[in-house]
């Protein structure tokens, strides 16, 4: 996704937000996530990964810009600080197989960096700020399968904020948080909004 | 973007988020399946009045690659050789549903009229008309520059930047030309200084208020006087328009304004030969120069298609589509 921001549109997307310093959060809104809580839970996440993975081995992390991509990364810091191994990291774009981009402004295409040995037969753990609707998601799904075919495709996510309408489930969360549809979550992350927490703003 | 009728359409800022859409879209086109579900469902009509390989193929290729449905149309063999007029033939395809209609005709301004007079209510994309413009054309011309000149050879390097500063000759048929006006348009716009070269018979009337200078003399552009060049672009003579004679024998024309090895010798190392084709070998350009390492030629085919896929999802992605 390319925005940190999961608006109240229960079609599970949100306009597309300047790549940089999005607007500062709203006088309602409220910090549910700290920098240090954040970075507990990509530490644990980390640790679960390599538990479900019995290790490092065949492990890639794909990122789904544009928070993911900078998540991917930190977990594989992790995993490299935990294992002693590289474990490659790319990125995935997705907004070419979404289902609502006649429902939306035009949406600016992402990068999408696979690993050179490609990854057929690996395990590939995506990786998201938000999970919400899980369309995202499903439109990762099918991106992946025009890639190649993983041994296995697992998710993990920093925030679950609920109102699922699909079938699809985190492996990994790093928080979960009930909210109503009328808020919105805000990630921001040291790398693109200069501070690592999570707002709900909205909703009153 | 509603339509794509002009390079003029386009400002710095819209031209270089087609160029770096078309980036990601080339990325895709390296892939084992390049097929995209991006537009499905989606129909492109290309309305074709006169003989295109490249820029036909290429579309269809870039709609197909998209998961669009195309339908192809040419003036040839339909209702058009019976006298149907092209209000009739825009109804028809408006009665099909088409969400695009990419348009090629030998009248300049029929894609104008087409977009705007009502008559259906798709997009319209210029594919060449008339001797007035070839916008997607500009753009291929365009990215193929910024991904040889910007940026180490490799495409996201020189994603969001613009062509500024850069010096390209456009030698040949201008006269005739879409490609040139579209090009001389759409690489101001990016910030790139454009020198044309023709006899002055084929430099149209009012070339003077044109966003680029001038020359007669191909021998002094290539050796720098208008300053070191980054990229030869060669246009076609246009036999098939030459009405009266505009110079004395094709072996003169050769002589002082074909691009051979000599002259792509001068030219600085890094310069780029470009031709939109179909080329005449031997005429505007010489075979060694054509096949050249530094020839673009082939690239720029390619190149269109992930070009032409941008502005197709640019046109028709958006809520108001």
């Keep these: 996704m390319s925005s940190a921001q999961r608006a109240t549109d229960p079609s599970g997307t949100s306009p597309p937000s300047p790549a940089v310093s999005p607007a500062a959060p709203a006088p309602d809104a409220r910090a549910v996530l700290e920098a240090a809580e954040i970075s507990r839970a990509l530490s ?75 990854i057929d037969d690996h395990v590939v753990v995506l990786v998201d700020d938000v999970l919400y609707s899980g369309r995202t998601i499903r439109a990762a799904l099918d991106a992946l399968s025009d890639l190649g075919r993983p041994r296995a495709v697992r998710l993990a996510v920093l925030v679950d904020r609920g109102h699922r309408e699909l079938p699809i489930r985190a492996d990994h969360v790093g928080k979960n948080l009930p909210t109503s549809q009328l808020e919105r979550v805000r990630v921001h992350l040291s790398e693109v909004d200069g501070e690592d927490s999570v707002w709900i703003e909205g909703g009153s | 973007m509603k339509h794509l009728l002009s390079a003029a359409d386009l400002d710095r800022d819209a031209a270089v988020s087609v160029l770096d859409v078309a980036e990601q879209m080339a990325a895709t086109q390296q892939r084992e399946i390049k097929k995209l579900p991006t537009l499905r469902g989606r129909t492109v009509v290309n ?23 195309v339908i192809n149309f040419s003036a040839k063999g339909s209702s058009v050789s019976k006298g149907e007029s092209l209000k009739d033939t825009a109804l028809t395809l408006e009665a ?19 977009a705007h007079a009502g008559w259906i209510r798709g997009a ?19 990215f193929t520059l910024r991904r040889r000149l910007v940026g180490e050879d490799r495409g996201d390097s020189s994603l969001g930047q613009d062509l500024k500063g850069r010096r390209v000759a456009i030698v040949g048929d201008v ?26 018979t084929l430099l ?31 246009l076609r003579v246009q036999q098939e328009r030459m009405n009266a004679a505009y110079f004395p024998s094709a072996r003169e024309y050769s002589r002082r304004y ?34 050249s390492a530094r020839s673009t030629i082939v690239e720029q085919v390619a190149n269109g298609v992930a070009v032409r896929m941008a502005v197709l999802y640019l046109i028709l992605s958006g809520e108001n589509s």
């Design chain 2, 258 to 291: 074909g691009l051979d090895a000599k002259r792509v010798a001068a030219l600085p190392d890094h310069a780029l030969v470009m031709h939109p084709g179909p080329m005449n070998r031997g005429l505007e350009i010489s075979a060694e120069a054509a096949d």
């Design chain 2, 96 to 114: 099909m549903g088409a969400d695009v209609v990419v348009v090629r005709h030998p009248v300049s301004g029929a894609p104008h009229r087409l």
């Design chain 2, 204 to 234: 149209p009337v009012g070339i003077g208020s044109w966003p680029c200078t001038m020359s007669y003399d191909m021998d002094g552009v290539i050796n720098g006087d208008h300053g070191d060049l980054d990229a030869v672009m060669m």
């Design chain 2, 47 to 69: 309305l074709f009045y006169e003989d295109s390989t490249r820029t036909r193929i290429s579309f269809e290729a870039a709609a197909k690659r998209l998961s669009a449905d």
């Design chain 1, 44 to 118: 644990r996440i980390a640790h679960e990964v390599l538990e479900r993975n019995k290790g490092a081995g065949g492990l890639i992390l794909l990122g789904i810009p544009t928070r993911g991509v900078h998540l991917a990364r930190r977990l594989a810091r992790r995993l490299a600080e935990i294992e002693g191994t590289e474990v490659p990291v790319g990125a995935l774009d997705v907004t070419m197989h979404r289902d609502d981009l006649r429902r939306q402004p035009i949406r600016a295409i992402g990068a999408t960096n696979v690993p050179a040995e490609g």
């Design chain 2, 175 to 200: 006269l005739h030309s879409r490609v040139a006006r579209s090009n001389v348009l759409l690489l101001h716009t990016l910030g790139a200084e454009v020198v044309l070269v023709a006899p002055p």
């Design chain 2, 124 to 142: 319209v994309v210029n594919a060449g008309d008339g001797t007035h413009e070839h916008p997607t054309q500009a753009l291929l011309d365009a």
